[in-house]
């Protein structure tokens, strides 16, 4: 059954698979076929929805799918059918296939289609398959099991498997090991039993030596024994043997050199005589053979003879032995006789010769053992060495082994750096590409936003955000409201922070977008504001008072400190040990340090005294005290216990003392390297590392041990970065200060710079005076372990170790073993950490030196000491300068000191601390870092810390030519006030000396925190609104974009002109044809073009109404005025911002000047001046809900504004009504800034007039009775500055008083002492001096401000101005693409009027469609309105006759004719001439050959004949058809071989045939693709093309058309059209498409030349002198020729190596297939059969018995091939057009025969 399933499925229905019995369960487990099959049926729509997977999914959807169709068709299918057809049950698939197929019959025999079948269901049936359709799936579903679940089943039993193989080779190798024990437990017992049984064999032959009682006869002599007569017998018979074999062997080797002399007697004979090829067959004669037999009986009778004589000698030595062993019985028996003893003498000569015996053996035993022994030494020796040797050897290996496999795990691990550096390089330029990626498409999205014009603000911030690193693109949205925090979130962070502080750099420093324009850039910027930076200055010093550096001075040392660094085997400490012989250093080794601080724990080193930690110089502390207590606090708590166990073992003596101290009390009485030593040994017990800390904390504890003025290096540490900046922190202290001068820093100001300004921090010393690098490479570094270690080897090999060396040499080799393993994890740590520590020591102080170590011992310690005598006398020199600069500063400080002395003293407190700050003054300003003794005397003084304040020269210029100037006043202001004095200093220039008087303590308190919040506001007020402003640039050209954009977008809407003139195209084509010409049609259509372009013409007019509507729309959005206000309100409030700070600063100097006063400070009641805004809405607010003053935007009309020049530039020529709003409006908002900026300006000016009005009426207040005399020495310094003041007071009073003035009490007089009165001159000098440096900072703050406020002003305006423009030329814009939009539409319109009326005027259709769209109009040539008329249809073409020749049609009717009469293609010649001349003469043959054919004769047909008939009496008709077939390109023999090659690539089963399409797909040498002329004429028949035709013709005759599909034997074929008029080179060409190959021509012999020259001779052309035209195909054969006989001359010499076979060759030369159509013709046989018999032959001669291939280059040279191949004319091309032109001439001659041709009638 499942055979009639497979047959239906695959014949009848041709599914997509193949199915056979064996695969069928599994071609239908996944229920595709089933479905394909019901689909053949037209039975599952919805086939294209299945799926060929195998998968579960794939299965379940499939079977879902057929449980309804196999439900309609009454098939029994349910989940269980289903789960048994997926899991391959057996006959499952095949059972419900036999039910589809029974069903499928009936439905075919019924003719009912599936949904006809479905139509005639119920309802209510259809209902329930549905609901069973759905339960079915769902039980399907979980019947069958998932993906995963079935893929991970499989995986667990491949595991499982795996699993159990693993169990049964462990089963197997267990067995084996088991079988294995037993065997060699076997082996010794049977060697044990052995031993045994030769013990006792040995055993009892002494015994029965000794037991035996005879005396033994002396043994007759060898040679006469019966044994030794057997063995000579023995020997004669294997001489004799031997004798034989050799004339056997002598007799064979004789008969082959006969042999061989006749064999070579007979080649030379053939090789010399030039015989035919019947005398070469018969080799052997029959004399010869007679003359063998006789030979061979004769040598046979000589055998005989031979063996007739070795008998006989063979007795006569038998009887010879014979005769000699009865000889020795005789002898030996006479003997015996002889011999006869008594029983006594018997028994004594046996004990004799037992005791004899006896003393032999033992002697012998003594000589064997002594042998033994000497042997055993001499073996036990030889082995210890070759164990030794072996060992020695196997080490060595062992040690090239793994120094290879050591370098290989270097390579990798450099390998795997250099990977990972590679991918890091490669992400930081992935990383910048996509940057520049970004920049680029975020420059090109602006270049589309602006037309081009990127603003050079906006690239800047692109710039910018590049150069930091970050994305330009916005990665996260910076909403208010957002707690959650993102990378993307920090990073959009970051970027704004950046552009905001770049933003206010510019914005500060005026440059960038603030540079001062072009009006403002005659005045220069306001200068720095000194006085208040001073202030600011005096107060942080306050606050954060100076520590001293030093509390004396350090005392330079000649010390030398360093350390030298490098990779593992560097050669330090080699290095180090050189050193120290020559220079007197301490090395200092970590590794040394932590074994002695361990070894000092264990010994329980005792301290001293708890001493504190010094430094090398002068004691001053190493380490803090308090990480001091804590080290030790945490060490006792941690090594009590090991000291508790390892104390009473130590020292026995104090084992009651210290059981009486508690642990940590114990621990705490160690010494410092003991308690690091303890923390060092509990660390590494339990197998940590120890730290950083711990390690400088023991450097360091031993370098405090070297004395103060002795060098000392460190050996190779430190060695990561932590280490350097943990000993550089000990050794110097560097962080503490570092942080402390960053602190300072961080509170300096930054928007008022003092007049002194902070020093920066020089760089602390380092550590070090040098760091040396001693470098190699990592292959130096593995080659020096691996030497060492080879060392070693050679080391232990020879055997001089003993005793205590052994156990260093064993500790020595664990060493090595440890440097080996942990070579390549040092060399990795150097390498991590070295870029970082080259950093550290490189930066700061330039201390590293690199030395190349990979040079020799010798030479290396020879740099590295110059080097160090070099270090030392540069740290002389520098301790030597140093020195010199002390005594300088000593020598200052004491000039300064004398010059204070002579000062006189003043009787206030006040006085004499300002007269110690200006006899300071010069202190100050003197070369050198430390202060004088003075100063430190009063160290801790309030005035200690106001001295910095009074430094003089902001720059830092040098006191000499300035401290005498300095003094200058201020001395004349303490003595004498004379006029004489130079003219006063301005306050806060350099010359000016600022007021430096005591302020409260607490005024810093309140003051600093005060300004860093007025900073603060101002620079964060400042970044928000800059930030505002940067963003409202970017909205702006976003908004203009999407406008132009939009209105774009609104004039390309759609309209409807396409429809109308649509409608209008297709009446007009619809007017018939006869009214054309009707002058009233054309008038009415002229009419219908007129209505049409009105109606367009008022389309246009609409849609450019709607346009100008839109664009006033947009014109009137209040958008521009939002923007304007929103920019308004920005650069107000920058402006408010400035006026904040002035206020603010205001306010803090007068609490400074009037805490310096002693005075109150004012509480300021009026609030702070607000800048107004701009109101953007038009609601009504009252002021008392006004935090801010709003300014209304009152929009002016057209009529009333006046236009400016300004903005009559702006707007560039005609004045467009639309756009004087948007003018009138930027009036408005200009006058308002201008308005807002000199509100801004009036209100500082007022605030600085009621200061100084202030400062005047509290003067009257305070000011004394002696008025004149405290005028005078104020007259000549502040009278200019009274005058301003007197002048603004006159001004501003009304405006700015404060207060109501205190009316003025009368003073009695009062007696005033001379002291008190030059007391109080003083105190008003001094308050005259704080007003006017107090005055001096509040103008120069207020021009400050003033040019901010100016600037803000001055760029507001351009902004907006800018704005405007950039609005009003988008709105122009607009109106030029609405106007040239306008102007497009109509002159389309013109232009369908035009063309509309020339088809009107010339009367034709319009069958192109008219297409006019907005502002396209063109007539499209792609879309026709109606058809073209059918073209006539062309004939088909038909071949004409030409020349003869015969057409396609006529060679296939021949074909037919002849494929008839002989299928095989074999045919007699007489039948054929009688064939032919029928066809000739006939009516039949009318239509089978051309007219020129009809004038033959039968002559010239049976000429035709003779020349197609070959070697027989047959005819081959195929060749015949072929030549008649001409002319056909004649193919080259490379040709024939490319044709040969692409048939072969075509039969794939190698059959040797191929099919008709094969035939096509492979083509021969020519095709038939010609350039065909199609003539102009549709009537007319197009060209045959002959070419193509043929090819299917060659098809057909050459094709074995039995066969069903026909089949071609295209070798069979390719030997027909091998051809050639040569006849040696056609039979080369055969034989070349028979090989497959080229095959040479080989050189001809002068006998075959002379045939073919005789052969030539007899040419037709000399008959016929017609035929001398040469064609052009037989110029090409000729050329052809003429090449290969070129290439003759030149053949190689393993030419043609390729075999041919018998076959082959009979299918070359007339054999084959062709044979079988003669069956019955007997002498084309008899031909047949002697090529075969000859070839046999010829293959026998070359060697080959079996008749196996052989080769052609060697079988071209055996001379019956090369006669054959000469004389053999099957492949020479008949010359039958010879004969048509004779027979043209001949009938063209009136009817004269030739004499040629009366010949040929006669015969």
């Known amino acids: 059954m499942s055979e009639i399933l497979c047959q239906w499925l695959n014949q009848e229905l041709k599914v997509s698979r193949t199915v056979s019995p064996k695969s069928f369960a599994k071609a239908f487990s996944n229920g595709y076929l089933i479905g394909e099959v019901l689909y053949k049926f037209e039975l599952q729509s919805d086939f294209s929805e299945f799926s060929e997977s195998r998968g579960s999914t794939a299965k379940l959807n499939n ?120 065997k060699l437990e076997e082996e010794q017992r049977h060697f044990n039993i052995e031993k045994q049984r030769l013990n006792r064999r040995r055993q009892n032959e002494i015994m029965a030596k000794i037991q035996a009682a005879i005396i033994q006869i002396p043994k007759p002599e060898p040679n006469r024994t019966l044994k030794a007569l057997e063995a000579q017998k023995l020997m004669k018979k294997k001489k004799e043997a031997e004798d034989v074999a050799n004339e056997i062997k002598k007799f064979e080797a004789l008969i082959k050199k006969d042999l061989q002399a006749k064999e070579s007697a007979s080649k030379t004979s053939l090789e010399t005589t030039d015989q035919t090829a019947t005398d070469l067959l018969n080799t052997y004669s029959d004399d010869e053979y007679i003359k063998k037999i006789q030979k061979r009986l004769e040598e046979d009778a000589f055998a005989r003879e031979q063996r007739e004589k070795r008998r006989r000698r063979l007795l006569m030595d038998q009887l010879i032995a014979h005769e000699a062993q009865e000889e020795a019985y005789r002898e030996e028996q006479l003997i015996h006789r002889l011999m006869r003893q008594s029983q006594q003498e018997r028994r004594i000569a046996v004990q004799l ?34 164990r030794e040797a072996a060992l020695a050897k196997q080490a060595k290996i062992d040690f090239a082994e793994q120094t290879l496999r050591e370098k290989e795990a270097h390579e990798k691990i450099a390998v795997e750096r250099a990977q990972a550096r590679f991918e890091k390089h490669y992400g930081i330029c992935a990383e910048i590409l996509d940057q520049i990626l970004d920049l680029c498409t975020k420059v090109a999205d602006y270049r589309m936003l602006t037309d081009n014009l990127i603003p050079h603000k906006m690239m800047h911030d692109w710039k910018e955000l590049f150069f930091s690193g970050n994305p330009i693109y916005e990665q996260d949205s910076l909403k208010h409201g957002r707690t959650e925090s993102s990378a993307e979130h920090h990073i959009e962070l970051q970027k704004r922070n950046l552009l905001d502080k770049n933003d206010y750099e510019d914005y500060k420093n005026m440059v960038g977008e ?35 550096d030093a509390a004396e001075a350090e005392v330079p040392s000649y010390a030398l400190k360093g350390c030298f660094l490098g990779k593992t085997l560097s050669g330090k400490t080699t290095v180090l040990k050189c050193l120290q012989k020559e220079f007197p250093i301490q090395v200092l080794s970590i590794d040394s340090l932590v074994s002695e601080a361990i070894r000092a724990f264990n010994d329980n080193e005792q301290a001293s005294g708890l001493r504190p930690v010094r430094r090398e110089n002068k004691g001053e502390p190493l380490l803090d005290p308090k990480e001091i207590s804590k080290i030790q606090d945490q060490n006792a708590s941690s090594v009590p216990p090991v000291s508790g166990k390892e104390t009473p073992r130590k020292e026995g003596v104090m084992t009651d003392e210290t059981e009486d101290l508690k642990p940590s009390d114990s621990f705490l009485n160690l010494s410092l390297r003991a308690q690091l030593g303890a923390k060092s040994e509990q660390l590494l017990k339990k197998g940590k590392s120890i730290p950083d800390i711990l390690l400088v904390n023991i450097m360091v504890n031993a370098i405090k041990e070297i004395p103060a003025n002795q060098s000392w290096v460190i050996d190779g540490f430190p060695m990561t970065l932590n280490q350097a900046q943990l000993l550089e922190e000990a050794l110097t202290g560097y962080k503490k200060k570092f942080m402390e001068a960053e602190k300072r820093k961080a509170r300096m100001p930054t928007l008022a710079l003092g007049p002194t300004p902070s020093k920066e921090a020089t760089p602390l010393p380092s550590a070090f005076d040098f760091a040396i690098l001693l470098d190699i490479s990592d292959n130096l570094s593995l080659d020096r372990m691996n030497d060492i270690i080879a060392k070693e080897l050679s080391r232990e090999i020879s055997h001089e170790s003993v005793g205590q060396q052994e156990v260093s040499a064993c500790q020595e080799k664990d060493g090595d073993n440890n440097l080996r393993e942990q070579i390549h994890h040092r060399i990795v740590g150097f390498l991590d950490n070295w870029p970082l520590l080259e950093e550290w020591f490189t930066e700061p102080q330039n201390i590293l030196t690199k030395i190349n170590a990979e040079i020799d011992e010798g030479s290396l310690c020879q740099k590295v000491k110059e080097f160090f005598a070099n270090e030392i006398a540069n740290k002389k020199i520098k301790v030597e300068k140093k020195l010199e600069e002390k005594e300088a500063e000593k020598k200052a400080a004491a000039s300064a000191t004398e010059a204070s002395t002579t000062s006189p003293s003043l009787p206030s407190e006040a006085e004499k601390d300002k007269e110690i700050h200006l006899h300071r003054e010069p202190s100050k300003l003197s070369p050198g870092k430390g202060k004088t003794p003075s100063e430190l005397q009063h160290g801790k003084k309030d005035s200690q810390h106001e001295v910095k304040g009074k430094k003089v020269s902001p720059k830092g210029k040098i006191p000499g030519g300035k401290t005498p100037v300095k003094k200058s006043p201020a001395g004349s202001a303490e003595i004498s006030p004379t006029p004489t004095a130079p003219p006063a200093p301005k306050p806060g220039s350099d010359e000016w000396i600022y007021v430096t008087e005591p302020i409260p303590e607490e005024l810093p308190s309140f003051l600093l925190p005060y300004w860093e919040l007025i900073e603060k506001s101002y620079i964060n007020h400042i970044k928000t609104v800059l930030r505002y402003l940067r963003d409202n640039q970017h909205t702006i050209l976003s908004y203009l974009y999407d406008t132009r954009t939009n209105f774009q977008e609104f004039l390309r809407r759609p309209d409807h002109k396409q429809d109308f003139v649509s409608q209008w195209q297709a009446d007009f084509n619809s007017v018939p044809e006869d009214l054309w010409e009707d002058e009233e049609t054309k008038a009415e259509l002229h009419q219908r073009v007129n209505d049409l372009r009105d109606r367009l013409w008022d389309i246009c007019d609409a849609r450019k109404e709607e346009a100008e509507q839109e664009r006033l729309d947009i014109i009137n959005e209040s958008w521009l005025q939002d923007s304007v206000g929103i920019i308004m309100n920005h650069f107000f409030s920058l402006m408010q911002a400035e006026v904040n700070r002035f206020q603010d600063t205001k306010r803090l100097l007068q609490d400074y000047y009037r805490a310096m006063e002693s005075k109150i400070p004012l509480e300021d009641s009026k609030k702070f001046t607000r800048v107004p805004l701009v109101q953007l809405d038009s609601k009504d607010i009252s002021e008392n809900q006004l935090r801010i003053p709003l300014v209304p935007r009152i929009s002016v009309s057209p009529e009333n504004v006046t236009i400016k020049p300004k903005l009559k530039a702006l707007l560039k020529g005609k004045i467009d009504p639309s756009l004087e709003g948007l003018e009138s409006n930027f009036e408005v908002d200009e006058k308002i800034v201008l308005d807002t900026w000199q509100q801004a300006s009036l209100a500082i000016s007022h605030m600085v007039a009621a200061e100084v009005h202030q400062r005047l009426i509290e003067e009257e207040k305070e000011s004394p009775p002696l008025d004149s005399k405290e005028k005078s020495p104020q007259s000549g310094t502040n009278k200019k500055a009274k005058k301003e003041k007197e002048a603004s007071k006159k001004k501003k009073a009304e405006k700015k008083a404060k207060g109501k003035s205190s009316p003025v009490a009368e003073v009695s007089p009062i007696t005033v002492s001379p002291e008190e009165l030059a007391e109080m001159e003083k105190r008003n000098e001094l308050r005259l001096k704080i007003k006017e440096e107090h005055l001096a900072a509040l103008q120069l703050e207020e021009a400050a401000t003033q040019f901010r406020l100016e600037l803000i002003k001055t760029k507001a305006l351009a902004v907006l101005e800018d704005l405007v423009t950039k609005v009003v030329d988008v709105y122009k814009f607009m109106e030029k693409w609405l106007g040239q939009r306008y102007l497009n539409e109509m002159a389309n319109i013109d232009k369908l009027t035009e063309v509309a009326r020339y088809y009107i005027e010339t009367s034709t259709k319009i069958q192109n469609e008219i297409y006019l769209n907005q502002e396209d109009f063109y007539i499209n040539g792609d879309v026709k309105v109606f058809p073209d008329a059918v073209p006539p249809t062309r004939p088909p073409p038909v071949e004409k006759e030409e020349n003869g020749t015969l057409t396609i049609e006529q060679l296939d009717s021949l074909r037919d004719q002849f494929l008839d009469m002989a299928p095989k293609g074999i045919i007699g010649n007489k039948a054929f001439t009688d064939i032919l001349l029928d066809l000739v003469t006939l009516n039949l043959g009318t239509n089978n050959f051309p007219s020129s054919w009809m004038h033959l004769t039968q002559p010239d047909l049976q000429e035709i004949t003779s020349l197609l008939t070959v070697n027989s009496e047959f005819v081959d008709w195929r060749k015949f058809l072929m030549v008649t077939a001409m002319p056909w390109p004649i193919p080259l023999e490379e040709e024939l071989l490319e044709t040969l090659q692409r048939f072969k690539a075509m039969d794939e089963a190698q059959t040797g045939t191929i099919t008709f399409e094969q035939y096509k797909q492979a083509g021969l040498w020519f095709t038939g693709d010609e350039d065909v002329k199609i003539p102009e004429n549709p009537l007319e028949p197009l060209p045959f093309n002959r070419q193509e035709h043929l090819i299917e013709f060659f098809f057909r005759l050459f094709a074995d058309c039995e066969k069903d599909p026909p089949q071609l034997d295209y070798t069979q074929m390719l030997l027909y059209f091998a051809c050639h008029p040569d006849t040696m080179e056609g039979v080369y060409r055969a034989l070349s498409v028979a090989v497959g190959t080229h095959i040479f021509r080989q050189v001809e012999t002068p006998m075959l030349t002379a045939e073919k020259t005789s052969i030539s001779t007899v040419s037709p052309n000399e008959e016929f002198p017609e035929a001398e035209d040469v064609t052009r195909e037989e110029r090409e054969l000729k050329e052809e020729k003429d090449e290969r006989d070129q290439k003759e001359e030149e053949i190689p010499e393993n030419a043609n190596p390729e075999k041919i076979s018998m076959e082959t060759l009979l299918k070359v030369f007339g054999g084959g297939s062709e044979v079988l159509d003669a069956n019955r013709f007997a002498s084309y046989l008899k031909i047949e059969n002697i090529y075969a018999e000859n070839f046999i032959k010829t293959f026998q001669d070359l060697g080959a018995k079996n008749l196996e291939p052989v080769e052609v280059n060697i079988l071209l040279k055996h001379p019956y091939i090369q006669d054959l191949i000469a004389n053999y004319l099957d492949y020479k091309i008949p010359d039958i057009k010879m004969i048509l032109q004779r027979s043209e001439h001949a009938q063209g001659s009136d009817g004269e025969s030739s004499p040629s041709r009366l010949t040929e009638e006669k015969k």
């Open 63 to 182: 079977f879902s799918r057929l449980e309804p169709t196999l439900h309609l068709l009454g098939v029994q299918f349910d989940q269980n059918v289903a789960q048994s057809i997926i899991t391959e049950k057996p006959g499952a698939a095949t059972k419900l296939l036999y039910q589809l197929y029974i069903a499928l019959q009936k439905k075919k025999k019924t003719g009912l289609t599936g949904l006809e079948i479905q139509t005639m269901q119920p309802q209510t049936n259809l209902r329930l398959q549905a609901l069973k359709s759905e339960a079915f799936r769902e039980r399907l579903k979980n019947l069958i099991p998932r993906q995963t679940d079935f893929n991970l089943m499989r995986v667990t039993c491949r595991f499982q498997e795996k699993c159990k193989q693993m169990k049964e080779d462990l089963a197997r190798i267990h067995f084996e090991k088991f079988e294995k024990f037993q």
């Open 514 to 548: 603030w540079a001062l324009p072009e009006d403002m850039a005659n005045s220069s910027p306001p200068s720095n504001n000194y006085i208040l930076g001073h202030v600011l200055q005096r107060l942080i010093e306050k606050s954060i008072p100076s520590q001293d």
């Open 353 to 386: 010769m037992h005791v004899r015996h006896e003393k032999e053996v033992l002697w012998q035993n003594r000589i064997f053992r002594e042998k033994q022994y000497e042997e055993r030494r001499l073996k036990d020796f030889q082995d210890a060495l070759d």
